[in-house]
């Protein structure tokens, strides 16, 4: 079968191609990607070439395929995996494969490292690795989009996971945010800061009773407080507050006031920016656990830490890179039991759009970029639909049908550009 795919070359050399995928071996599945969700990993895999830690050494020669916050569903299925999958499962991938030994070594993934499989593609080869260390996981819900971004949820959901607090008189840590505590999200309106707003106000388990969500930009602020409000925060029993530091003297002053000056217990930090960290730092109480989530580019990234309450007020720090499969199963059960992760997308568009988007992505203004592989559509704000649509009925659709869920993505609009994507005439 022919697919059409992004393939990395080396640095900043992406190319859109078309070639023939081999014939599938007894214990691989052949698979129709349909949604991809463009990732700030993917751009530094892209301007790192070999240099990146997943990607292989000979990629000049062997192209890998990129993207890998992908969903579709199963084409054909080898006779190794036919009890366990069949054609037309809908499915999402797990790239952060743990594994010793493989064809590329212990960091190779979907997306990074593969010849013939990743998200940006019309149809995938998946590799037997990827069943037998349980990343091939079903999806059951509406649509695919969810399925997609069940990926960057997964990793919201790790981070949240892995922040721990100590036991005084012991050595035992207790993993997981403080339930009951007080949890801040810095430079959090970001689109993986609206993941970690959205999960943490639809966790039943474990949740805050303040939840300080900051930025420094009021029309971000505003969006992420129309779309998960204070009202229905309230309702879970969580104090949530959108706070602009920009307009504060004083932030680290006004934040710790906000908490009666006893700081938090959880604080994560959704910026590489050292002020930020510095910030985080200086806001934590009593063992209080500082979440570094977002990844530097710069692998000399340093910002200074109060190591004398390091030492005599036990603050630590944590850093994740990624979800496990347990987080990707967690983020597809909470998505079918009501948590819809539309919020996080601004931007819709095609394959012919992946490129120039990758190369691009830190320059370009909002949330989660939505890449629709078989559709040839330039990449979109949802909020120009209205526009566009003054010329294109189709567009004009999508804009009726996001206006009236909030100015979101939907499966009602997902479902009807797959149906109509033909009759766009983009060009």
């Not at 037309?88 to 979907?110: E, T, W």
């Not at 095609?350 to 559509?377: F, Q």
Request: proline share 5%; with cysteine; hydrophobic share 40%.
């Amino acid at each position: 079968m022919k697919t059409k795919a992004v393939r990395l070359y080396g640095k900043k050399d992406l190319r859109l191609e078309e070639f023939k995928l081999p014939q599938i071996k007894d214990n691989e599945i052949l698979a129709k990607v349909v949604c991809d969700s463009l990732c700030m990993s993917s751009y530094k895999a892209a301007n790192q070439g070999a240099d990146h830690k997943r990607v292989p050494d000979d990629v000049a020669e062997n192209p890998i395929i990129i993207g890998h916050e992908f969903a579709g569903e199963l084409v054909e299925v080898g006779s190794k995996w036919a009890g366990e999958f069949k054609a037309g499962d809908k499915f999402s991938i797990q790239p952060a494969m743990n594994y010793k030994d493989g064809p590329v070594g212990v960091l190779s993934a979907p997306g990074y490292s593969y010849k013939h499989i990743g998200g940006n593609a019309t149809y995938v080869v998946i590799p037997n690795e990827v069943m037998e260390l349980g990343c091939l996981l079903p999806y059951k819900g509406q649509g695919f989009y969810p399925a997609s971004l069940s990926e960057p949820l997964s990793c919201v959901i790790g981070a949240i996971h892995a922040n721990y607090h100590t036991t005084p008189g012991s050595y035992v840590h207790k993993m997981d945010i403080v339930d009951g505590g007080k949890m801040a999200l810095l430079a959090g309106v970001g689109p993986m800061g609206l993941a970690a707003i959205n999960y943490t106000l639809h966790r039943q388990d474990r949740k805050p009773s303040l939840f300080v969500v900051t930025d420094i930009d009021q029309e971000r602020l505003d969006r992420a407080a129309s779309l998960y409000t204070v009202d229905f925060a309230a309702k879970q029993g969580i104090d949530l507050r959108y706070v602009n530091t920009a307009d504060m003297t004083d932030p680290v002053a006004g934040l710790r006031e906000i908490t009666g000056d006893e700081g938090y217990n959880d604080v994560f930090v959704f910026a590489p920016v050292a002020a930020v960290v510095e910030q985080a730092d200086a806001i934590l109480g009593f063992d209080g656990c500082l979440n570094f989530f977002a990844g530097p580019s710069e692998p000399d990234f340093t910002a200074r830490m109060n190591f004398y309450n390091v030492h005599y007020a036990t603050t630590h720090v944590v850093g994740t890179s990624g979800g496990n499969t347990d987080d990707m199963k967690e983020a597809l059960e909470i998505m079918s039991k009501g948590l819809d992760p539309a919020g996080l997308i601004t931007h819709i568009g095609g394959m012919n759009a992946v490129i120039d988007a990758t190369l691009d992505l830190p320059n370009l203004p909002g949330g989660k970029k939505l890449i629709y592989t078989h559709v040839e559509m330039p990449l979109t704000p949802i909020t120009a639909f209205r526009t566009i649509g003054k010329n294109n009925q189709v567009y004009n659709r999508l804009a009726d049908i996001c206006d009236k869920n909030k100015g979101l993505w939907s499966i009602e609009a997902e479902e009807y550009l797959l149906a109509n994507a033909n009759a766009m005439n983009y060009k």
